[in-house]
């Protein structure tokens, strides 16, 4: 059984992310502010907890101190819940210690999927391990995501996704070439082994369907990210 | 009618025209000569009255025979057997040359009073032994009475003799119109005297109707293509207006000049009848060709004023532009040179020369030196005067430059300046101050306006996050009826709406007060075309809208950040996929030009656009009035503001239901 402390000022909001939670069979344990999170953390039952969702703007203390101050005494994972979508608290957030972060107002399905994904990072792989790339050359594992070369198998969040063909092969392209941006013209002359003429929104064709089968919100991918006038690239996630 | 030369070819109107001209021309010409000289161009009276003179000889004869006690000798000739026409020999003269009547001769035997007066010369002389003379021309219907012969008398006097032919009673016609029958011809020419009288005036009004109407047919076709838009120069066109008049005028002089010669040549009576046709046919070609001369010239002055400012295409004009073209060069040359100059120095440089003329027209003019020792005094005080006023005028100058150049604060010393000066610099003073307040005041309105959009906004997400989460608890929680579950569905859209619309709402106000900070890149338009389209391509086709793309074949680079200059795009293609009409195609266009890269996206609308393309920037609005499909009428608004802000710039037009941006960026 996996314990979640949330911590968020609005009640309302607390109670609908326990809703979800426990539907999923976890357990919550709340927290109306920073610095109560706190407490729980430094407290008996903190070394319990296997996942914080905390929001940022709080009376008391906000997110990002408690965040700070709970990253001295733990590791546990932290999603950051901000109605700021400035790329400056991301970034606030994530150096501080926040492992992910999701805006306000969210998809209830999409902050499921990452909590699942952080839990089974943080319990399976080991609180150790951070963002995952894994030795074995037949497994790629960017995020959520993971790749089986041999099975020819795609897993998000240990859910499987079932791809075409050329859907599978970018994918793979894109993971082995993780961080580096790749032109729809490298991707097609990769893949299909024809220099590319006429066929120029191809790629952008199929990394759209990708995007869709493994992004919760496509408008605003986690994985698949288009540079655009210049490719398409998967970074890893923090 | 703009439409014309779709019917007619140019060439045929042409034609035409020209036809109607030449026939125009005849008409009057033919009404013309009936009202000045009649049909016989010698005659005053025309052939009504060759035919009355006809009758008039033979009074005259008749009257002649009786006085001298003789008679007419009638004999018949066997070459003008059938022509209708007997003859008389007259051995006398009828002439109008009233040189004749120098002769003695004819004095002694003037016929008093007997005669008309239009035949005041009309002389005869009956001699003894009348002799005959017939004249070939006179079958040719060449005047009768001018061939005479003339024999010198034993008195010293001359005798002339002539022929006169007449009818005698009705006309005999039986030689007709066509065997050389001259009274047959006469008469004929007579019986269509007074319709060609009413006729040919009225020909010639019609006819000059006619060509009025085919000339504006020729003046809308003319510099239009088939099929094709817009007004087009050929090789006339360009030739210089006042260039043309003059060579268009001088070939049609030469035209003139053949034609007069050769209506000369007609005009003569003893030139052979056979060259008439020849003549006559030269006589037409030349008409033709001056009238297709003339045509083309007006069609050419036609496209040039079409063309509009016509006058730009004249000789004159090109000459008076070079001379202005020429004194702007020189103007601005020295203007230059002046303006490398510091203007204290320029204004010290001026005061010098002025100072050494005075100096040297006092020298000159007033040698004692009287004058010489209060001009010095006058200069040196002078002199000390525009020094203080330049010092303090540059004082003043210079701020003002400074204040215009970048709005900086400026303060004006004041000290030991006159008080017109001082007037002057305290109110560049106050106009400064207010300045710098207005900056300010305007800079806070506008960062609380964005605070206040952006913290309002952060607040309103928390209850939304509540809503839109319980919603979708409530969806989870399979109530039933039907009712209930379409009331959740709309609950959902419309709190996802909302969402949209906050998410937008932030970023318009921080795009419109440049609150984002751009990382510049070179990004290949090509490429980021490319994959808008993979973006868009389905969601189109699903609406049914048919996307058709033009790019250049070589690679073109320009400078933005991506990630905005998606949004630009986003919300482009996003607008497309919404408001086009379904069933219709969307352009989007790549150009590269001067430097410039240009993206152009044309659809046709759904609804009607009954609005202008300024007001749709402007935040909130929409082109349909019913504001009831997706979308909140802030997509353009941030387009633009983003595309300002990284120095490109986005045109919007609206043509009927045609709705069509423009982008344009500097190519990198």
């Given at each position: ?238 | ?145 001018t061939d005479w012969e003339s024999e010198q008398g034993e008195d010293g006097g001359t ?261 017109d000066f001082e007037e002057h610099a305290e109110a560049l003073n106050a106009i400064s ?47 039933e009826g039907e009712k209930a579950n379409e009331y959740l569905e709309v609950l959902d ?176």
């Amino acid at each position: 059984m996996n314990r979640i402390l949330i911590c968020d000022d609005e009640p309302d909001i607390l109670s609908a992310l326990r809703i979800y939670l426990e539907s999923e069979g976890m357990e919550v344990v709340t927290a109306e502010n920073g610095q109560v999170a706190l407490d729980i953390m430094s407290g008996e039952e903190g070394g319990d907890i296997h996942l914080i969702l905390m929001d940022v703007m709080m009376p008391e203390m906000d997110g990002i101190t408690a965040m700070a101050q709970i990253r001295k005494i733990s590791n546990v994972p932290i999603i950051m819940l901000t109605a700021k979508s400035e790329d400056a608290d991301k970034v606030v957030g994530l150096t501080v210690g926040a492992d992910d972060y999701v805006t306000k107002p969210f998809n209830p399905v999409e902050l499921m999927a990452r909590v699942k994904s952080q839990l089974r990072r943080y319990t399976m792989l080991g609180s150790a391990t951070g963002a995952g790339s894994s030795e074995d050359a037949d497994i790629l594992i960017i995020g959520g995501i993971e790749l089986r070369d041999r099975a020819k198998e795609v897993y998000l969040d240990g859910e499987p996704v079932s791809l075409t063909p050329l859907e599978y092969d970018i994918l793979k392209c894109l993971m082995t070439h993780r961080g580096e941006v790749l032109s729809p013209k490298d991707i097609y002359e990769e893949i299909w082994q024809e220099p590319m003429v006429g066929a120029e929104s191809t790629v952008a064709v199929h990394i759209r369907h990708l995007r869709e089968k493994l992004e919760y919100d496509s408008a605003n991918p986690r994985y698949l990210k288009a540079v655009w006038g210049r490719g398409y690239k998967m970074d890893d996630i923090h | 009618m703009k439409n014309i030369y779709k019917r007619s070819s140019k060439i045929r109107l042409a034609l035409a025209c020209a036809f109607c001209i030449m026939a125009m021309l005849a008409c009057i010409t033919g009404t013309a000569i009936f009202a000045c000289e009649g049909v016989y161009g010698s005659h005053p009276h025309g052939i009504e009255n060759e035919l009355m003179r006809k009758a008039g000889y033979e009074c005259a004869l008749r009257a002649v025979a009786e006085y001298h006690g003789g008679e007419i000798i009638t004999e018949c000739d066997t070459s003008l057997e059938g022509t209708g026409f007997k003859y008389g020999i007259i051995d006398g003269r009828l002439d109008r040359n009233p040189d004749f009547n120098a002769e003695g001769v004819f004095e002694e035997k003037n016929f008093n009073g007997k005669l008309p007066e239009d035949y005041g010369y009309f002389q005869f002389h009956l001699g003894e032994n009348p002799k005959f003379y017939l004249s070939d021309r006179l079958l040719a219907g060449s005047d009768y009475y001018t061939d005479w012969e003339s024999e010198q008398g034993e008195d010293g006097g001359t005798t002339l003799y002539t022929v006169v032919y007449f009818t005698e009673g009705a006309p005999d016609m039986t030689g007709g119109y066509f065997h050389g029958n001259l009274y047959a011809q006469a008469a004929a020419l007579a019986a269509m005297v007074p319709t060609l009288r009413v006729a040919m005036p009225i020909g010639a009004a019609l006819l000059l109707g006619l060509t009025a109407w085919l000339l504006y047919l020729l003046f809308c076709a003319a510099g239009r293509r088939y099929g094709e838009e817009g007004i087009f120069c050929g090789l006339w066109e360009r030739i210089p207006m006042d260039l043309a008049v003059v060579i268009v005028g001088f070939l049609e002089m030469m035209l003139a000049v053949i034609m007069v010669s050769a209506a000369d040549s007609m005009s003569r009576p003893y030139e052979p009848y056979e060259y008439l046709v020849w003549i006559l046919a030269l006589a037409a070609l030349l008409t033709f060709a001056g009238c297709l001369l003339g045509i083309r010239w007006l069609m050419s002055v036609a496209v040039n004023v079409k063309k509009g400012k016509w006058w730009r295409n004249t000789v004159v004009y090109r000459i008076l532009k070079l001379i202005a073209n020429c004194l702007a060069a020189f103007r601005s040359s020295s203007r230059a040179i002046r303006k490398s100059i510091r203007w204290d120095i320029r204004i010290w440089a001026l005061f010098g020369v002025i100072t050494f003329l005075e100096g040297f027209g006092l020298a000159v003019f007033d040698a004692d030196g009287a004058l010489l020792t209060v001009w010095f005094f006058e200069k040196i005080l002078f002199g000390a005067a525009l020094f203080f006023i330049m010092k303090w005028y540059g004082r003043l100058k210079e701020a003002a430059v400074r204040m215009a150049e970048d709005g900086s604060e400026i303060h004006i010393d004041t000290k030991g300046m006159p008080l017109d000066f001082e007037e002057h610099a305290e109110a560049l003073n106050a106009i400064s101050g207010g300045m710098a307040v207005a900056m300010a005041e305007r800079m806070k309105s506008e960062r609380m306006k964005t605070e206040l959009i952006t913290n309002v906004s952060h607040d309103i997400k928390t209850p939304l996050t509540s809503i839109i989460n319980y919603v979708d608890l409530l969806e989870k929680e399979n109530i039933e009826g039907e009712k209930a579950n379409e009331y959740l569905e709309v609950l959902d859209r419309q709190s996802k709406h909302l969402k949209k619309l906050i998410e937008d709402l932030i970023e318009a106000s921080k795009a419109a007060t440049g609150n984002i900070k751009f990382h510049m890149e070179s990004v290949n338009a090509r490429v980021l075309l490319n994959q808008s389209i993979g973006e868009f391509e389905e969601r189109l086709l699903q609406n049914g809208i048919e996307l058709v793309t033009n790019m250049p074949e070589e690679e073109v680079h320009l400078w933005a950040d991506n990630r905005y200059l998606w949004r630009v795009f986003d919300n482009l293609m996003n607008n497309i996929v919404k408001y086009a009409q379904p069933g219709t195609r969307a352009y989007v266009d790549l150009t590269e030009e001067e430097g410039k890269v240009r993206f152009v996206f044309r659809n046709i609308s759904r609804n009607a656009l009954n609005i202008s393309a300024d007001e749709l920037m402007e935040r909130f609005v929409r082109g349909d009035a019913s504001r009831n499909t997706e979308g909140n009428g802030l997509g353009l608004s941030i387009a633009r503001s983003l595309t300002e802000s990284m120095d490109g710039s986005m045109n919007l037009s609206i043509d009927g239901d045609l709705f069509k941006v423009i982008l344009t960026f500097e190519q990198e």
